[in-house]
């Protein structure tokens, strides 16, 4: 029996229809107030940070922030999940295909997500906020429940079942989450030498592989 399967050409692949107006405007406006929201919080702190004042930022209504977010809990997850996907694009980066050795492969990963946090204006106001005591954008990035840190730990859980696919799949479970929340706390209570921090985390997640 012939079986037939429908195709794209070529033609069809580059043809993409565009959004209706409405929904173009709304993604737009998100952008916007996504972009407003992480400037004003790497100047004053997320503490600092109003649903007023980021609408009028983002050249917006404040009515319109509130139906796109909910709430500024809403703006901030969101703020934070934006730029974890981007954050972890680059580890993912560095992670594939990364170093033969499995080892410094991880100390890799852990060492750039460490100095890049430094470097990221985002991440660094709110780690330096939450080490006074006083950002509440910090439990986006900590809590276990969160998106972000089930983000992090799904990607290198997945990694790891690459390197070592025989593995006990509980353990490789447990070896992300030693990973994951190391690296975090080390975000927030650094112990010195970026390098010398990773190579730790790395020993102490082969360890438990091994």
Known sequence: MAVYRETTTSRDAETVAPDPPR?????????????????L???????????????????????SVYKEFGNRAGLGRALVDRETQVFLGGVAEVLHPGLPDTGAALENAVHYVLTEAHRNPLVRAVVLAAREGSDSLLPYLTARADPVFGAAQDLLRAWLTERFPDQDGLLV????????RMTLSHLVLPGGDARATADRISLAVMKVLR
Not at 23 to 39: F, P
Not at 49 to 58: G, I, K
Not at 173 to 180: G, P, T
């Open 41 to 63: 919080t790497c100047d004053s702190g997320w503490d600092q940070v109003s649903l007023s004042a980021v609408a009028a930022a983002a050249e917006v209504s404040r009515p």
């Open 23 to 39: 929904l173009a405007w709304r993604k737009q406006m998100r952008q916007r107030v996504l972009a407003a929201a992480r400037d």
């Open 173 to 180: 479970e447990v070896a992300a989450d030693v990973a994951v």
